[in-house]
C-alpha cells in the first residue's frame, strides 16, 4: 500500500499538480489559488512517499487518513488525490461546474479519498484527534494527518484540540501547519501575531519540527521519523509561500481572492515546467 516514489517523481508530481491547480481556478473562476499553491509540496511528499495509502480501497481500517482543514485549499487537494490514482484526472474539469462533484471546499462522499467536509477553519484537528483517538482504542496502525493554515491558528478550537490530543498522548496525530504567512485580510503577523508559533505548540506539549515546507528534502526527512517523540502528537510548522511556483502570485494578497485570466494562465503554465 506504500510505494516509494523518488524525489524526481514526487518534484514531477508537484509540477503536475501546480498546473493542474492554475487551471482549475481559471475554468472555475475561483479564488484561493494561491493557498493551494502554498501547500503542494507537502501534500506531494504526504501522497507519494509518507503515507500509509490505498487508492483502489482507500476506505479500508487501517490505512492513513488525512484531513485538509484548510479547506479552502482544496484544488491543491483535489489535484493531488487526482495524480495519486483515486479517480481520474478528467475529473478535474467538474471543479466549481454546475452538476459537478468538486466543490469549492472538501465535502465527504463526493469522490474517494475525502473522508472528512472542511471548510469553516479551526475542524479539522478537533475531528482528526477523535479519529486518532478511536484508531488508539481500536489499536490501529493507522495514523491522522491534519493539514492546517496558519491564520487558522488564530482559532481557539485549535488550542482546545491541542491540550486533547496531548492529554490522551495521541503519536498517531500528525499537523502541518502551511506557514505562508497571509490570511484573508491581510499577513499573519499583522492580523494577530502567532509568533513564537513553534514555542507555543511545544508549550502545548506537542513535538514540534520547523522546515521549509517547499524543500523536499527537508519535508522527507522529518516525515519520515514520525512519531517525532513517543506518547505526543507531532507538529511540523512548514514556513511556505502563497503562490509558489507562479512568479507573480508569489507572496501576493491578491492571490488569496484573484481569478487567474487567460493570460496569466498562460505565463503561470508556461513558468510551471519540468525542469
Known amino acids: 500500500m506504500k510505494e516509494l516514489y523518488s524525489h524526481h517523481e514526487i518534484q514531477q508530481r508537484a509540477i503536475l499538480i501546480r498546473r493542474h491547480v492554475v487551471k ?15 501547500c503542494v509540496d507537502l501534500l506531494s511528499a504526504l501522497y507519494f512517499r509518507i ?18 482543514s484548510k479547506g479552502h485549499g482544496v484544488m491543491a487537494w483535489f ?15 467538474e471543479y466549481a461546474q ?33 479519529m486518532a483517538l478511536a484508531k488508539k482504542m481500536d489499536q490501529s496502525p493507522s495514523r491522522i494527518f491534519v493539514l492546517l493554515s496558519d491564520g487558522e491558528c488564530n482559532e481557539g478550537s485549535v488550542w482546545e484540540a491541542a491540550m486533547y490530543a496531548t492529554h490522551h498522548k495521541l503519536d498517531n496525530l500528525i499537523a502541518l501547519i502551511d506557514y505562508n504567512k497571509i490570511q484573508a485580510m491581510g499577513r499573519s503577523n499583522e492580523v494577530n501575531a502567532l509568533e513564537p508559533l513553534r514555542d507555543k505548540w511545544r508549550a502545548f506539549g506537542w513535538a514540534v519540527e520547523e522546515i521549509n515546507g517547499h524543500n523536499l528534502d527537508e519535508i522527507l526527512k ?10 505526543k502528537p507531532s507538529i511540523v510548522v512548514a514556513h511556505t509561500v502563497l503562490g509558489k511556483g507562479v512568479s507573480f502570485m508569489e507572496d501576493d494578497l491578491l492571490w488569496h481572492y484573484q481569478v487567474p485570466s487567460e493570460i496569466q494562465v498562460k505565463q503561470a503554465l508556461e513558468e510551471l515546467k519540468s525542469p
Open 79 to 93: 489535484a493531488t488525490l487526482a495524480e495519486r490514482g483515486f479517480f481520474s484526472t478528467e475529473t478535474l474539469k
Open 98 to 130: 454546475d452538476g459537478g462533484r468538486l466543490a469549492e471546499h472538501p465535502s465527504h462522499g463526493l469522490l474517494p479519498g475525502i473522508k472528512v467536509s472542511t471548510g469553516s477553519l479551526g475542524h479539522g484537528l478537533s475531528v482528526g484527534l477523535g
Open 51 to 68: 503515507m500509509t495509502i490505498d487508492p483502489q480501497n482507500w476506505n479500508e481500517a487501517n490505512v492513513d487518513r488525512f484531513i485538509l
Open 222 to 231: 522529518s516525515l519520515e521519523h514520525l512519531p517525532f517523540q513517543s506518547g
Open 24 to 38: 482549475m481556478a481559471f475554468e472555475g473562476k475561483t479564488s484561493h489559488v494561491g493557498s493551494s499553491l502554498s
